[in-house]
């Protein structure tokens, strides 16, 4: 199982991006999916859950309201819609599966990670 995040870049604050983490390997199973973000010095902290079936979410408060995670099964695809992108907002971002079918923020239920995306917001 691999998992391929793209869609990062430079983007002035205000801005927007949409990430993409493709799985491959093995066909979507009934995992949770989420979005990680590493910025220089600082742990890697949630930022948005999905469960499998894609109706729950859960968002890490410094985003809510800004950015949307969704997926789609058929094509093994999850995305983060990332709106009004601030300086703050940049870090390395990574996709991972859960091992569980819920959305879930806690880090150490996640087995499978994607290399990460550099998002850069200039002010």
């Known amino acids: 199982v691999q998992l391929q995040a793209s869609g990062g870049g430079l983007v002035q604050a205000g801005g927007f991006l949409r990430l993409s983490c493709t799985i491959s390997g093995r066909p979507f199973g009934r995992n949770g999916m989420g979005w990680f973000r590493q910025a220089p010095g600082k742990e890697r902290d949630a930022v948005a859950a999905i469960s499998w079936g894609g109706r729950d979410t859960y968002y890490a408060e410094s985003v809510e309201g800004r950015f949307t995670i969704s997926r789609d099964n058929a094509k093994n695809t999850v995305y983060l819609h990332m709106n009004s992108l601030k300086p703050e907002d940049t870090a390395i971002y990574f996709c991972?599966?859960?091992?569980?079918?819920?959305?879930?923020?806690?880090?150490?239920?996640?087995?499978?990670w994607g290399q990460g995306t550099l998002v850069t917001v200039s002010s």
């Open positions: 991972a599966r859960a091992r569980v079918s819920i959305a879930t923020m806690r880090k150490e239920l996640y087995d499978r």
